[in-house]
Nanobody, 126 residues
Framework: QVQLVESGGGLVQAGGSLRLSCAASGRTFSRRTMGWFRQAPGKEREFVAAITRSGGSTSYTDSVKGRFTISRDNAKNLVYMQMNSLKPEDTAVYYC???????????????????WGQGTQVTVSS
């Protein structure tokens, strides 16, 4: 069992930055691809970014490329997402997710993720 707890959300003006953190429990963190997803009001939850077990490979949805950076610290069971140049359309609840240990690579589908956090609200004002 893995528990995920996100933090770092908040209210920021357009052009500002936030750093989200996700703390994971358990001993299998380093064996799991980790992802960030988001859900805006009235929209479906969507993929934002993911990072492989070792941190050697990352993937981003097109709308955040060049602005968001995902990283992880396996020694501390933490995954981060640095968000720069934030836009009002980035406003959403952001969720951290952990894949099954059987997933060896990057996955953008929610179906590949076994555990989810409760989410943290990010609001970007114009």
């Amino acid at each position: 069992q893995v528990q995920l707890v996100e933090s770092g959300g908040g209210l920021v003006q357009a052009g500002g930055s936030l750093r989200l953190s996700c703390a994971a429990s358990g001993r299998t963190f380093s064996r799991r691809t980790m992802g960030w997803f988001r859900q805006a009001p009235g929209k479906e939850r969507e993929f934002v970014a993911a990072i492989t077990r070792s941190g050697g490979s990352t993937s981003y949805t097109d709308s955040v490329k060049g602005r968001f950076t995902i990283s992880r610290d396996n020694a501390k069971n933490l995954v981060y997402m640095q968000m720069n140049s934030l836009k009002p359309e980035d406003t959403a609840v952001y969720y951290c997710a952990a894949s099954s240990v059987l997933v060896p690579d990057i996955r953008t589908s929610q179906d590949a993720y076994e555990y989810w956090g409760q989410g943290t609200q990010v609001t970007v004002s114009s």
